[in-house]
């Protein structure tokens, strides 16, 4: 491996590297170069109106908050921590900041998609809860309960000795998955937390805290990177890009530096080692999101939102596939299933990045708000990740995606 291998590696682990890609992603498809997708721009007037409609629904007063696992741990609009977190009697704000980071960061790691055919009851609120919102609330209920700490008396936590040991079977009980209530991915999903804690063992200097390695231990490391209080947002991807590389099986490298959420796709030419490589880093940048609100919480300013870009996961995808902005060229695409490294998965995701770029200020014009007042995360929240749900919805029994993808469980 050469040093200038090295540093080409680590420039495919920023947000900004994901945005330049994407969009000359999208531009080789409006000229026709791609094979699979042919991409209709005049689509995304009445696409916007579609994301706007759907925001005034949820959010007659247009406040949106931003797109962040802890939406989810809402059930019929009772927040199920903010409350709870609140009442307890934290030490400092650095500790509710670790704790925090403990929950998001494993809660977000279990997220992704869950297959149509699973569920999880919760035995609080008696809700059956589907999808993202039953995992978030499975692995809250986990998280309480003490299954991801080594120290029975201190259960709110995340370690990493909990975390290597933890089994597929842990995860079913948890995730009350059986032969009947299926989950796609358990055993990727229990591998991936187990290498999570290897990896914050290996790496003392970002995980250890106190008298335990922990996930949370990245709260400290972003804490100190602020200067006067303040912390750009992608700080806060390139630290986790960094922290979590080793953790992503079966993944792309160059230069010794783990790429993560990083594919091939023969229309992106380069004249370096980063020929055909495309950064997308989804999983990393829905947990970025999810960790700004802990660092307000502790006293941090975070600027630059919209220095993360949107998210190019499924409902978002789907968004702009099921409302014709992107249409395969050839329609029996739809009924195959695709590995997320296929070509026709990879420039699907990029394109819905930059095509996520291109609608929110389409958006904001519909509703009449500037960006300060809406940033991306807003609308991906309010939004389009939702807009996407329910055109899916309104399309297909058990809105499902508009493309089958074969998932281990650690990309959607």
């Known amino acids: 491996m050469s040093s200038s291998e090295t540093v080409q590696a680590q420039g495919l682990l920023t947000p900004a590297a994901v945005r330049e890609r994407a969009h000359e992603m999208l531009e080789i498809g409006v000229a026709g170069g791609l094979d699979h997708w042919r991409v209709d721009l005049d689509r995304l007037p009445e696409t916007a109106r579609y994301v706007a409609s759907v925001i005034r629904d949820q959010y ?30 934290w030490p400092d704000a650095a500790t509710r900041a670790r704790t925090e980071f403990d929950l998001a960061i494993v809660s977000v790691l279990l997220d992704a998609g869950s297959g149509p055919g699973w569920r999880y009851q919760d035995a609080r609120t008696g809700r059956t809860l589907t999808r993202s919102e039953g995992l978030a609330i499975a692995s809250l209920r986990m998280f309480e309960a003490g299954a991801f700490s080594s120290t029975p008396n201190d259960p709110w936590r995340v370690d ?18 059986s032969d009947a209530n299926p989950l796609v991915g358990l055993e990727g999903r229990a591998a991936l937390l ?60 160059l230069g010794g530096v ?38 307000q919480t502790a006293g941090l300013k975070v600027i630059d939102l919209d220095g993360l870009t949107g998210l190019a996961e ?4 789907g968004l702009f596939t099921d409302l014709g902005v992107l249409t395969l060229k050839d329609p029996a695409d739809a009924d195959k299933a695709w590995p997320v490294s296929d070509p026709l998965v990879v ?11 291109r609608i929110a200020p389409l958006v904001r014009t519909e509703l009449g708000v500037s960006a300060e007042a809406m940033p991306l995360a807003s609308v991906l ?7 996407g749900r329910r ?22």
């Open 60 to 89: 007659p007063t247009l406040a949106v908050p931003f797109h962040a696992r802890w939406r989810h741990f809402a059930v019929d609009g009772i927040d199920l921590w903010g409350p709870v977190a609140d009442s307890r009697a």
């Open 160 to 177: 990493a000795e909990a975390l290597s040991r933890l089994s597929a079977a842990d995860l079913a009980k948890g995730f009350q998955v």
């Open 194 to 253: 187990r290498r999570l804690g290897d990896q914050c063992q290996t790496r003392p200097d970002l995980f250890a805290r106190a008298d335990t390695a922990r996930p949370g231990g990245l709260a400290d490391v972003l804490i100190s990177q602020a200067s006067h209080g303040a912390l750009p947002a992608p700080a806060i991807l390139e630290l986790l890009l960094e922290a979590f590389g080793p953790v992503w099986q079966d993944r792309l490298s």
């Open 258 to 295: 783990d790429l993560g959420d990083c594919w091939k796709h023969p229309a992106m030419t380069r004249d370096d080692a980063t020929d055909s490589l495309v950064p997308i880093h989804k999983l990393s940048q829905w947990l970025s999101y999810s960790l700004v609100e802990p660092l």
């Open 314 to 317: 499924y409902r978002n995808g």
């Open 347 to 357: 420039g699907w995701r990029a394109m819905t990045v930059a095509l996520l770029d």
């Open 381 to 387: 929240e309010g939004g389009t990740w939702a807009a």
């Open 391 to 412: 055109a899916a919805a309104e399309r297909r029994p058990g809105g499902g995606p508009p493309l089958i993808i074969l998932s281990d469980g650690t990309v959607f």
